[in-house]
C-alpha cells in the first residue's frame, strides 16, 4: 500500500480511442487497483502511489517531455512526430521509449489515387501530400532526397485530394478500408506503429524510482505471458534433443523422473511463443505423449 509522503508516479494514457482500454486492462494486470474522480479524466491507484492522467494522445510526449507525467502510454507514431519536431526545431528531446507493448499495430503509408500509376517513392517528387505527421513525413522526403511539399491537414486527411488540397495523403492505416472508401490506394509504408511505453530521460530517484522499476519489471512479466504456454508432457529419454527442438521459444526445459519408470521423463518448459495443434502433433511423433498445455497467468524472470 502506498504511504503519505511516498511522491506519486503520474501515467499519461489516451482518453478514448483503441489504445484506450488495452493501457488501462495492462496496469491492472501488473497490479493496479484504482478509482476514477468525478470528471472521469484521472484514475487514481488506491494500492499503489500511481495516477493515471486521461489524456489527447497527442499530448503525451509533451506532458512526459515537460516532466507533468512520469510514463505514458502512446503509440510510436505520436512519439516519432513529436520527436521530429522538436529536432527540427532544435530543442532537446527529454523522453525515451522504455519498452514496446504488443498491441495498437498499424501503420503509416502513402495513399494515392486509385487512378495513379505509382511504381517508387519517386512518383511523389513534385505533389502535394497531406498530412497529420508533417515532421515525419519531411524526415522521410529528407532522407530519400525527394522534392515534393507536405500540406499539414486535421481531421479526415482521406478527402484532401477530392477537395483540391493535395495530390496524395500520408495516413494511419489498419485495414486499408478508409483508404479504399475514397477511391485511394496504399502504395508504401514509411512507419510500422504500435503502443509503447515512454519514460522521461531524467533519472528518477527516492521511492518513485523504486515504484517506476517495479512496475518496468511487472509490465515485462505481463508482456512475456501474452503467448507463453506452460507445457507438459512425457517422453522417452532417447527423444529428448529432438523434443527440446520443437519446444516453441523456449529455454532448457525441466526434466523429471517418473516413479517406476527408466525408460520414460516427465519434460517441463515454458514455451514463450504460442503453441499450436501442430506443435504438438510433430511432439507426438517425437515420440512425446500425455501431452499439457495451460496458460501462463504471471512470471518474474
Known amino acids: 500500500m502506498p504511504t ?7 501515467i499519461a494514457v489516451q482518453k478514448s480511442g483503441r489504445l484506450t482500454e488495452h493501457s488501462l486492462d495492462l496496469l491492472v494486470r501488473c497490479g493496479l487497483s484504482y478509482s476514477r474522480g468525478r470528471d ?3 484514475c487514481y491507484g488506491e494500492n499503489m502511489p500511481v495516477d493515471v492522467l486521461l489524456v489527447r494522445d497527442d499530448d503525451i510526449p509533451g506532458l512526459v517531455q515537460e516532466q507533468v507525467c512520469d510514463l505514458g502510454f502512446v503509440g510510436l507514431n505520436i512519439v516519432e512526430e513529436r520527436r521530429l519536431s522538436l529536432v527540427a526545431a532544435g530543442e532537446k528531446v527529454e523522453f525515451d521509449v522504455l519498452s514496446t507493448l ?8 502513402f495513399g494515392v489515387p486509385e487512378e495513379m500509376q505509382y511504381s517508387s517513392s519517386e512518383d511523389l517528387a513534385g505533389l502535394r501530400i497531406a498530412t497529420t505527421y508533417p515532421a515525419i513525413v519531411k524526415d522521410y522526403l529528407a532522407r530519400n532526397s525527394l522534392n515534393a511539399s ?5 481531421g479526415a486527411v482521406e478527402i484532401a485530394p477530392s477537395l483540391g488540397k493535395a495530390d496524395v495523403i500520408c495516413d494511419l492505416v489498419s485495414s486499408g478500408s478508409t483508404m479504399r472508401a475514397h477511391h485511394l490506394k496504399e502504395v508504401e509504408t514509411i512507419l510500422e506503429s504500435e503502443a509503447v511505453l515512454i519514460g522521461g530521460s531524467e533519472e528518477t530517484r527516492g521511492s518513485k524510482a523504486t515504484w517506476i522499476a517495479r512496475l518496468l519489471q511487472r509490465l515485462q512479466g505481463v508482456l512475456q505471458v501474452k503467448e507463453s504456454k506452460y507445457i507438459m508432457l512425457h517422453a522417452p529419454r532417447s527423444a529428448l534433443p529432438r523434443i527440446a527442438e520443437l519446444l516453441p521459444g523456449s529455454e532448457a526445459p525441466t526434466i523429471l523422473p517418473l516413479e517406476g519408470r527408466t525408460d520414460l521423463v516427465a519434460v517441463h518448459a515454458v514455451c514463450r511463443e504460442n503453441v499450436f495443434w501442430e506443435t504438438l502433433e510433430l511432439l507426438k511423433e517425437a515420440g512425446a505423449s500425455s501431452m499439457l498445455v495451460l496458460p501462463v497467468e504471471k512470471m518474474l524472470a
Open 4 to 10: 503519505e509522503t511516498e511522491e506519486r508516479i503520474k
Open 40 to 42: 472521469q479524466l484521472i
Open 102 to 109: 504488443t498491441f495498437g499495430h498499424c501503420r503509416l503509408s
Open 150 to 154: 507536405v500540406v499539414k491537414f486535421s
